[in-house]
């Protein structure tokens, strides 16, 4: 774990529970609750619960913990323990009450727990804060309209071994480049912002053009992974089961067949969308961005994870119309938060399923 960056994702934390009155409404739940089990037959409370509630719910449903990135979310997990915030917290809540329905006083000892959790939770961050500043820690943080690829890599997929690290960087490296040429019409130069993770979870800076093919490509790329998911699952079980290999080919063939035709629609949409060259380096740079885009997908399911994170323009001031480059990247801006927003980290488990082709 980075501790700029942990720095900075607390500060976002921070501000964020204070924004949505987060601790002062579950706390609200809490006396609610406390007077219903105290005067039963008193209608104003459960009054007072179900708009205490609602405020709550559209808190959480509102709070931009939800768009946290999933690296992001994995670290608050590390440090809170049982802390939950955003839709979680709000499913949480709403289990408690409807399991415990006829049993207030249960519901209430569960909101309590809740409400001394987020306590204890927020002195702790002001604390580590506070820490940060006096030790002079700065926090990691992207300038307006910057943007960043986290791509963690398995320490156990290259052994610890430097030579195969080196290696699968030079991998990242290649999809990178082929996407960028694509839409940009020139390889470019990343910048290394960090490394860290107990696994090596590499962050880039990427060009927003670039950022805006990726984050949709690891999206659609995602959902029908998460199709085969299933069908791995099932031919691993038959493979448990002492079925051979050549009895489960075709489960193979399938699954590999759903990424191929999917990666080749993501490849001609692309093309189509940004390419304006030569025909003779189309049709290379179509076969190069097609081998990305397999190296991806085979990467992801071997447990490689892709996030995307990009910080939105400032409003503009006064009121002058904004110039047409601000327009331009407000919009792809959006679409880049939008597709990259629904990027999450899946548990892969098991001996992996695809074998997209990684060569010419």
Not at 65 to 75: A, G, H, L, T
Not at 139 to 166: F, H, M, W
Not at 311 to 323: C, F, I, V, Y
Request: aromatic letters at 4%; hydrophobic letters at 35%; one cysteine or more.
């Amino acid at each position: 774990m980075n501790v700029e960056r942990l720095h900075r994702i607390l500060i976002d934390l921070d501000r964020d529970i204070k924004t949505d009155k987060i601790i002062t409404l579950v706390q609200q739940i809490r006396d609610h609750l406390q007077n219903q089990v105290n005067q039963p037959n008193q209608p104003t409370h459960q009054t007072n619960l179900v708009n205490s509630l609602n405020n709550l719910y559209k808190a959480l449903e509102n709070s931009k913990f939800n768009d946290y990135s999933p690296s992001w979310k994995e670290i608050i997990s590390e440090i809170s323990g049982e802390i939950e915030l955003g839709i979680p917290l709000k499913n949480r809540i709403e289990s408690i009450l409807a399991s415990n329905s006829i049993t207030p006083a249960n519901a209430l000892e569960e909101i309590k727990k809740i409400f001394d959790n987020l306590q204890t939770f927020q002195t702790a961050v002001k604390s580590t804060l506070t820490g940060f500043k006096a030790l002079g820690i700065e926090e990691e943080d992207l300038e307006a309209g910057q943007c960043e690829l986290g791509y963690t890599i398995p320490r156990e997929y290259v052994e610890n071994k430097l030579s195969e690290l080196k290696d699968e960087l030079a991998e990242l490296n290649f999809i990178l480049n082929n996407i960028s040429e694509a839409v940009t019409g020139k390889k470019q130069e990343y910048e290394v912002k960090t490394i860290s993770s107990s696994d090596f979870l590499l962050y880039v800076i990427i060009g927003l053009q670039v950022a805006e093919v990726l984050s949709n490509a690891t999206e659609r790329i995602l959902n029908i992974y998460k199709g085969i998911l299933e069908i791995k699952l099932l031919r691993n079980q038959l493979k448990e089961q002492g079925i051979p290999a050549s009895k489960t080919k075709s489960i193979d063939t399938h699954a590999n067949g759903m990424m191929r035709e999917e990666i080749k629609a993501i490849v001609k949409e692309v093309m189509d969308e940004h390419y304006d060259g030569d025909n003779g380096r189309k049709n290379e740079l179509q076969n190069g961005l097609t081998i990305s885009l397999n190296k991806l997908a085979n990467r992801i399911d071997k447990g490689f994870n892709v996030e995307i994170r990009v910080e939105p323009l400032p409003e503009p001031q006064g009121e002058e119309e904004p110039s047409p480059e601000y327009a331009e990247k407000s919009e792809l801006i959006k679409s880049i938060m939008k597709s990259s927003s629904k990027i999450e980290f899946l548990d892969i488990g098991g001996e992996s399923i695809l074998k997209l082709p990684e060569k010419k």
